[in-house]
C-alpha cells in the first residue's frame, strides 16, 4: 500500500505518489492537475482527509482547472481509503453514534442553512421549475427543464398516478413534483417542507392550484395518501430514523397505493456524512445503503422496483454549475466571492463522485402488500 512508507518520506513525496497513482501531476499542465500554492498542503491533506481537501481549496491552497475531473480520479482510484482516516471523519462517526443529528430541532438547521440560503441563488442554477435533485437525460433531452420534466413523468407514472388520485410530496422543495402531477395528471397533492423560503415560493408558485405547501416535519404527518414521493430528502432523515421514516410512510400510504423514494446511495453502510458536506454544505446528511434501507423497510413494504441512474446526476450536476457561474455576475454582490468557491467546488466534486460511481441514485417503488397482478416497471 502506498501509506507504507509514510514514516520514511515526507508528506509532499507520499501525497506526490498518491496522485500519481491515479494519474494526477502537482503542477502539471492537464485540466485535473492540480496547481498547489502553499506547502503546507500536504501535511493538512494527511491529516485531515477529504475535510481537509476542501478546505485547503477553499483556503486558495491549490487550485485546479477542472475539479471534476481531478475528484473523478481521486474516488475511481481509491484514493481517500489509502490516506489515513482523518479526525474529522472519526469526530461525524462518534457525533452520529451518541446523538441524533436529525432530529426534529436538528431538521431546522439544514432549512436554515442550506436550502434558506437565498432562493435566487437557486433560481439562477437550477430549471424552470426549479428542480433540485438529479434530472433524467434518457431519449437525448434538449435541455436542463426538459431532462427535469422527464424525471418528473417517469415519477408519476412510476406510482401510476390517475386523476383524482391525492398525493404526497415529502420534502417538496419549491414544488416542482407536485405541481407537474396536478397539472398533468389532474391530482391533488400535498408537500411538506421544513424549509421557509422554499415553502413561500412553493406557494406563490402553485397558486391556484389544489395544491396544499406546509411547513412540516415527517414525524408529523397523521393523513392518508394514495401515492406518496420523496426526493432528495432522505439524505436528510439519518441512519437512526430510517426505520421511523419508513413506517410514518407506510401509516400515511392507503393499502393499495404505491410509494416511490428517490434519493442518493452509498455503496456501503455507514454512520456518518462526508465531514465537508457536513460543514459547508448538508449538516448531518448521510446517504443510505441498500442494506439500511433494505432493514428499514423490512416487515413494511414490498420493493417492486429498482432503478439506479447516478450517471444522470454528474450531467445535471455540470450543468448546474454552468447556469450558477453564468450567472455569478447578478449573485456576487449578496454572496461574494468565498461563496463561490465553496459552491464550485461543491457542485464540481459532486459530479466526480458520480462520474466515478462512487455514490448513486436510486429510485424505489414501494408497496404496501405486493401490487396485484405483479407492478409493471418504466422507464
Known amino acids: 500500500m502506498l501509506m507504507s512508507h509514510g514514516?520514511?518520506?515526507?508528506?509532499e513525496q507520499i501525497i506526490t505518489d498518491l496522485f500519481a497513482h491515479a494519474g494526477i501531476s502537482i503542477n502539471g499542465s492537464r485540466p485535473w492537475d492540480i496547481q498547489v500554492h502553499r506547502h503546507e498542503?500536504?501535511?493538512?491533506?494527511?491529516?485531515?482527509?477529504?475535510?481537509?481537501?476542501?478546505?485547503s481549496y477553499l483556503a486558495g491552497w491549490w487550485?485546479?482547472?477542472?475539479?471534476?475531473?481531478?475528484?473523478?480520479?481521486?474516488?475511481?482510484?481509491?484514493?481517500?481509503?489509502?490516506?489515513?482516516?482523518?479526525?474529522?471523519?472519526?469526530?461525524?462517526?462518534?457525533?452520529?453514534?451518541?446523538s441524533n443529528c436529525q432530529s426534529k430541532r436538528k431538521a431546522l438547521e439544514v432549512g436554515r442553512k442550506h436550502y434558506d440560503?437565498?432562493?435566487?441563488?437557486?433560481?439562477?442554477?437550477?430549471?424552470?421549475?426549479?428542480?433540485?435533485?438529479?434530472?433524467?437525460?434518457?431519449?437525448?433531452?434538449?435541455?436542463?427543464?426538459?431532462?427535469?420534466?422527464?424525471?418528473?413523468?417517469?415519477?408519476?407514472?412510476?406510482?401510476?398516478?390517475?386523476?383524482?388520485?391525492?398525493?404526497?410530496?415529502?420534502?417538496?422543495?419549491?414544488g416542482s413534483f407536485v405541481r407537474y402531477a396536478v397539472q398533468k395528471y389532474a391530482v391533488e397533492a400535498v408537500g411538506i417542507t421544513i424549509s421557509k423560503e422554499q415553502?413561500?415560493?412553493?406557494?406563490?408558485?402553485?397558486?391556484?392550484?389544489?395544491?396544499?405547501?406546509?411547513?412540516?416535519?415527517?414525524?408529523?404527518?397523521?393523513?392518508?395518501?394514495?401515492?406518496?414521493?420523496?426526493?432528495?430528502?432522505?439524505?436528510?432523515?439519518g441512519y437512526k430514523n430510517y426505520g421511523k421514516f419508513m413506517q410514518v410512510v407506510h401509516c400515511c400510504l392507503k393499502s393499495e397505493g404505491l410509494f416511490l423514494l428517490h434519493t442518493i446511495g452509498s455503496n456501503y453502510s455507514t454512520h456518518h456524512g462526508d465531514p465537508w458536506?457536513?460543514?459547508?454544505?448538508?449538516?448531518?446528511?448521510?446517504?443510505?445503503?441498500?442494506?439500511?434501507?433494505?432493514e428499514a423497510s423490512e416487515y413494511l413494504f414490498v420493493m417492486e422496483d429498482w432503478h439506479n441512474f447516478g450517471v444522470h446526476y454528474d450531467k445535471t450536476l455540470m450543468t448546474w454549475f454552468a447556469q450558477f457561474d453564468a450567472n455569478w455576475s447578478k449573485l456576487k454582490g449578496k454572496y461574494g466571492d468565498s461563496f463561490y468557491r465553496v459552491w464550485?467546488?461543491?457542485?464540481?466534486?459532486?459530479?466526480?463522485?458520480?462520474?466515478?460511481?462512487?455514490?448513486?441514485?436510486w429510485q424505489i417503488v414501494?408497496?404496501?402488500?405486493?401490487?396485484?397482478?405483479?407492478?409493471?416497471?418504466c422507464r
Open 117 to 174: 440560503i437565498g432562493n435566487d441563488l437557486f433560481e439562477a442554477m437550477l430549471d424552470k421549475r426549479m428542480t433540485y435533485s438529479s434530472a433524467y437525460w434518457k431519449n437525448e433531452a434538449a435541455d436542463l427543464t426538459e431532462a427535469q420534466e422527464a424525471k418528473l413523468d417517469l415519477i408519476c407514472r412510476k406510482i401510476k398516478l390517475e386523476p383524482g388520485m391525492r398525493i404526497l410530496d415529502i420534502g417538496c422543495g419549491w
Open 7 to 11: 514514516t520514511q518520506n515526507s508528506s
Open 199 to 237: 415553502a413561500e415560493l412553493a406557494r406563490e408558485r402553485c397558486d391556484g392550484l389544489p395544491i396544499d405547501i406546509r411547513i412540516l416535519d415527517y414525524r408529523d404527518l397523521t393523513e392518508e395518501f394514495d401515492a406518496i414521493v420523496s426526493v432528495g430528502m432522505f439524505e436528510h432523515v
Open 63 to 98: 487550485d485546479c482547472l477542472s475539479i471534476d475531473q481531478f475528484v473523478f480520479r481521486v474516488l475511481r482510484n481509491d484514493l481517500q481509503h489509502k490516506l489515513r482516516t482523518s479526525r474529522s471523519v472519526l469526530y461525524c462517526s462518534i457525533k452520529a453514534t451518541l
Open 41 to 55: 498542503f500536504y501535511d493538512h491533506i494527511l491529516c485531515g482527509g477529504s475535510l481537509a481537501l476542501g478546505e
Open 277 to 294: 458536506l457536513d460543514r459547508y454544505i448538508f449538516p448531518n446528511g448521510m446517504l443510505p445503503s441498500i442494506e439500511q434501507l433494505g
Open 366 to 377: 414501494f408497496s404496501k402488500a405486493g401490487a396485484l397482478g405483479g407492478y409493471q416497471s
Open 344 to 361: 464550485k467546488y461543491y457542485l464540481l466534486s459532486m459530479a466526480g463522485s458520480f462520474r466515478a460511481r462512487s455514490i448513486q441514485v
